[in-house]
């Protein structure tokens, strides 16, 4: 969730890569048509389901490389909330995008009959926590990547939704603001920070372009007045938590950011934190290797 730490001084949310599948309104076994995300079902029917979120901007390619690995002993559900990763905005473009996501993750889910592991990135992953929060019998098990229960601790950390609106606000403002020309400019910074792979790189510039501005503002937002430290002692949901570490960074510098990390999940009952070494925001880009194992470790 570094996204928001970065656009805190360059004004800019950017993140993903370019779709490998065509996205679809819902799987045909689905009774619930979803208006805010899409979902493509890969994988195997029949097997465990497990559901993964892409974060801000991104769109659900992120995955790709995970689907590869866990598409024959898994049914997977992809999703991509709709003004990210150049889908349309749809009913996203006005109103509360966070909590209107969680409930209809809440019927997709209900309407599937399943109980899946839930795995998240960056926003996608702040989504896992509150639908665990919110639905906890729709979650078998968590998996929670790069992602702080409030990340606005990582600007002060004693920060509290009160005292962090002002700045929201601001972000939010000026986000609107930045002429598109420079928008598109910035990408590269952005890129730089998000990962260290230039594969990673290329990814992050390519569907930031395409996302929906409006919809990542709403998005930044509300991210920011999103505090879950409290809820987190109550999720009993067996979770794995996957975070960044890269020595070569200076901002967050990457010690601090551990720290934030084992506050946050410390009231959290059954979670597990994995430091992924020599990566950055995107460690599915960064060290894949070494995400994949974690990842399927825990699935199993």
Same mark, same amino acid.
């Given at each position: 969730?570094?996204?928001? %730490?970065?656009?805190?001084?360059?004004?800019?949310?950017?993140?993903?890569?370019?779709?490998?599948?065509?996205?679809?309104?819902?799987?045909?076994?689905?009774?619930?048509?979803?208006?805010?995300?899409?979902?493509?079902?890969?994988?195997?029917?029949?097997?465990?389901?497990?559901?993964?979120?892409?974060?801000?901007?991104?769109?659900?390619?992120?995955?790709?490389? +995970?689907?590869?690995?866990?598409?024959?002993?898994?049914?997977?559900?992809?999703?991509?909330?709709?003004?990210?990763?150049?889908?349309?905005?749809?009913?996203?473009?006005?109103?509360?995008?966070?909590?209107?996501? *969680?409930?209809?993750?809440?019927?997709?889910?209900?309407?599937?009959?399943?109980?899946?592991?839930?795995?998240?990135?960056?926003?996608?992953?702040?989504?896992?926590?509150?639908?665990?929060?919110?639905?906890?019998?729709?979650?078998?098990?968590?998996?929670?990547?790069?992602?702080?229960?409030?990340?606005?601790?990582?600007?002060?950390?004693?920060?509290?939704?009160? *005292?962090?609106?002002?700045?929201?606000?601001?972000?939010?403002?000026?986000?609107?603001?930045?002429?598109?020309? %420079?928008?598109?400019?910035?990408?590269?910074?952005?890129?730089?920070?998000?990962?260290?792979?230039?594969?990673?790189?290329? @990814?992050?510039?390519?569907?930031?372009?395409?996302?929906?501005?409006?919809?990542?503002?709403?998005?930044?937002?509300?991210?920011? &007045?999103?505090?879950?430290?409290?809820?987190?002692?109550?999720?009993?949901?067996?979770? &794995?938590?996957?975070? +960044?570490?890269?020595?070569? &960074?200076? %901002?967050?510098?990457?010690?601090?950011?551990?720290?934030?990390?084992? @506050?946050?999940?410390?009231?959290?009952?059954?979670? *597990?934190?994995?430091?992924?070494?020599?990566?950055?925001?995107?460690?599915?880009?960064?060290?894949?290797?070494?995400?994949?194992? @974690?990842?399927?470790?825990?699935?199993?």
């Amino acid at each position: 969730m570094k996204i928001l %730490q970065w656009l805190a001084t360059m004004v800019l949310v950017i993140a993903g890569v370019v779709l490998l599948v065509v996205p679809v309104r819902a799987q045909s076994a689905t009774a619930f048509v979803p208006t805010r995300f899409t979902v493509v079902d890969a994988g195997t029917a029949g097997k465990p389901d497990v559901v993964l979120i892409p974060g801000l901007a991104s769109s659900r390619s992120v995955w790709d490389g +995970e689907a590869k690995l866990l598409a024959p002993n898994y049914r997977l559900h992809l999703v991509q909330v709709d003004g990210f990763g150049g889908s349309p905005a749809g009913p996203n473009a006005t109103g509360l995008i966070l909590p209107a996501v *969680t409930d209809e993750l809440h019927k997709y889910i209900a309407a599937s009959g399943m109980h899946p592991v839930v795995v998240g990135h960056s926003l996608g992953g702040l989504w896992a926590l509150m639908l665990a929060d919110k639905y906890p019998g729709d979650v078998r098990k968590l998996v929670i990547v790069d992602t702080l229960p409030y990340y606005a601790v990582l600007f002060n950390p004693a920060a509290t939704v009160e *005292t962090v609106k002002p700045m929201a606000d601001s972000m939010k403002t000026q986000l609107a603001a930045v002429p598109a020309d %420079q928008y598109a400019a910035m990408q590269s910074g952005m890129a730089a920070v998000m990962s260290n792979s230039a594969e990673g790189n290329k @990814a992050v510039i390519a569907n930031g372009s395409a996302s929906d501005r409006t919809v990542v503002a709403e998005a930044m937002y509300e991210d920011l &007045l999103t505090d879950l430290r409290t809820n987190v002692a109550t999720i009993k949901t067996p979770t &794995l938590v996957l975070y +960044e570490y890269d020595a070569t &960074l200076t %901002q967050p510098d990457p010690a601090a950011f551990e720290a934030s990390m084992k @506050a946050s999940y410390q009231p959290m009952p059954n979670v *597990t934190l994995v430091k992924m070494d020599g990566s950055r925001h995107f460690i599915m880009y960064d060290q894949p290797a070494k995400f994949d194992a @974690a990842l399927e470790g825990f699935l199993k």
